[in-house]
């Protein structure tokens, strides 16, 4: 059962980070044509800035889910309905709270724009593309939450695909139609805001959830110490822009956030096929089954790795042809800067291959002993883009990323072997190196062959799908080679779950 589940989330999860990534691609190089590299640099900001007030719920999700991993798994309605009552109650003052922050946001954020877009302007536009965090967090985490940790994710990935179809076809009229930029995100606001409500609807029906219980505040007691975990992935996630708004100007914005669009896609991609795992193996650590832990565990391992390997790779190879079609006819910008992606998909390569380790953590609830690397991590980020961010510019902050991402990786592997599962840590060193030496081996022999500059995107696909190809083969043969156990096993299971 626990793997249809994560298979079912899996599908629905990379379903809707292919709608999210078509959306992604399609709107800002629209808003570039249309309006020009500084309003899509003003609404990347923006964007990154609302990142900010949602700090207010961090913490909650993964508190929330861990305490609610035993009653599920036990059917224990009872507690399963106070756990979300402590929740829902949090929310609704944190959303209420942000709602006033997101009014301050669009207070002051005008006063690092002022070059380029008077008070009001930039004002009402914050408050726009804000309504729809506000809505979120006021009426729809808490179910989101529950979804997630009974491994019934799909539900709401169906919605957002929804949502993504919906906003891509309402912006797009708008912009083709010559509206302004605020009735095009106006449109967005409106079917992100209606999301959360059906949402919410949708769950209090099939989890029978009582809203006349009392709340179990206990349970949700560790949401301070997860709050960490989620404010360095805060900072890891928006340090970058923050620090070349407020270090450099909206084109160097403008480019990162092109670059962005490819590594985030990417990113969000392989992390579609770990959906729902945590919550398998909050099950699994909540029936004491601690042999299938480990077992699973190695293999989920190798497979995040062979997943990073291909597709990291790949886009390391491939992304700076594209983003040279992308932004063909802008010439405003140097989108051309391959030194920076090269640094910027590698942090987003080791972010990817420590997802076991931290699902394993946190599934375990150890948010209170891995506090300090969480906040070790941040601080690293940021002491070093500032650093370097005035003489390298986008190179600097990447490689704060790329520092940061790599420690983090290196501590959560070490603390998930020694207290956790007990196994030696030369083994996740060794995966690491196996994999890191087929990702050269994939490079090189790409770059041997004699594939010729793409120049549009007919060819740039035909150019993609043979990189794919060479680095499949190179990967899946060397993890049959140095991993075959794991190898065999990763067959298996899938198989398994199909016939099922």
Not at 186 to 214: E, M, T, W
Not at 442 to 467: D, E, K, Q
Request: aromatic residues 14%; contains cysteine.
């Amino acid at each position: 059962m626990r793997g249809r589940k994560a298979l079912l989330n899996s599908i629905f999860s990379l379903a809707e980070e292919f709608a999210a990534i078509i959306v992604a691609f399609i709107l800002p190089r629209l808003i570039l044509s249309t309006f020009g590299s500084v309003y899509n640099g003003l609404i990347t900001s923006i964007t990154q800035f609302l990142q900010c007030a949602v700090l207010l719920r961090c913490g909650i999700g993964g508190a929330t889910r861990a305490a609610l991993y035993k009653p599920l798994a036990e059917n224990n309605q009872a507690e399963i309905n106070s756990i979300i009552k402590a929740t829902d109650n949090f929310m609704r003052k944190v959303g209420f709270l942000l709602g006033g922050l997101i009014l301050l946001f669009a207070c002051i954020y005008p006063a690092f724009v002022s070059n380029d877009f008077g008070w009001l302007f930039t004002f009402t536009l914050f408050i726009i593309i804000g309504a729809s965090t506000f809505a979120e967090s006021l009426f729809g985490i808490t179910y989101m939450i529950l979804l997630q940790a009974d491994q019934m994710l799909w539900v709401s990935s169906l919605l957002r695909i929804v949502c993504y179809i919906l906003n891509l076809i309402v912006s797009v009229v708008l912009l083709k139609t010559g509206f302004s930029i605020h009735i095009v995100k106006l449109g967005s606001a409106f079917i992100y805001v209606i999301y959360p409500i059906v949402l919410r609807i949708i769950i209090k029906k099939k989890y029978n959830i009582d809203s006349n219980v009392k709340p179990n505040n206990n349970a949700i007691a560790q949401r301070w110490d997860a709050f960490w975990h989620q404010f360095s992935l805060f900072i890891m996630d928006n340090t970058d822009i923050i620090v070349l708004t407020v270090f450099s100007n909206m084109l160097e914005v403008s480019v990162y956030s092109v670059y962005n669009l490819v590594v985030m896609g990417v990113r969000r991609a392989v992390m579609a096929f770990s959906s729902g795992l945590e919550a398998a193996f909050g099950n699994m650590l909540a029936k004491n089954e601690n042999e299938a832990v480990k077992q699973n565990l190695s293999v989920v391992e190798t497979l995040m790795y062979i997943l990073s390997t291909i597709v990291f790779t790949s886009s390391l190879i491939l992304v700076t042809d594209f983003v040279r079609i992308y932004t063909v006819g802008i010439d405003d910008a140097d989108y051309i800067r391959p030194a920076f992606a090269y640094i910027i998909i590698s942090a987003q390569f080791f972010y990817c291959v420590r997802l076991p380790y931290q699902m394993v953590v946190q599934a375990a609830g150890k948010y209170k002993d891995t506090k300090y690397i969480a906040i070790i991590e941040p601080i690293l980020n940021i002491v070093i883009s500032v650093t370097m961010v005035i003489k390298f510019g986008l190179i600097g902050v990447a490689i704060g990323t790329l520092v940061a991402s790599l420690f983090k990786t290196i501590m959560f592997s070490n603390f998930m072997s020694q207290k956790i599962i007990n196994r030696k840590q030369f083994v996740s060193w060794l995966k690491c190196l196996v994999f890191l030496g087929e990702g050269v081996i994939s490079i090189v022999i790409v770059r041997l062959l004699p594939f010729a500059t793409s120049y549009n995107y007919g060819h740039w696909f035909v150019n993609a799908f043979f990189t794919v190809i060479i680095c499949s083969s190179v990967v899946i043969i060397g993890s049959l080679l140095f991993f075959n156990n794991d190898s065999k096993l990763i067959i298996k299971k899938i198989g398994r779950v199909i016939n099922k």
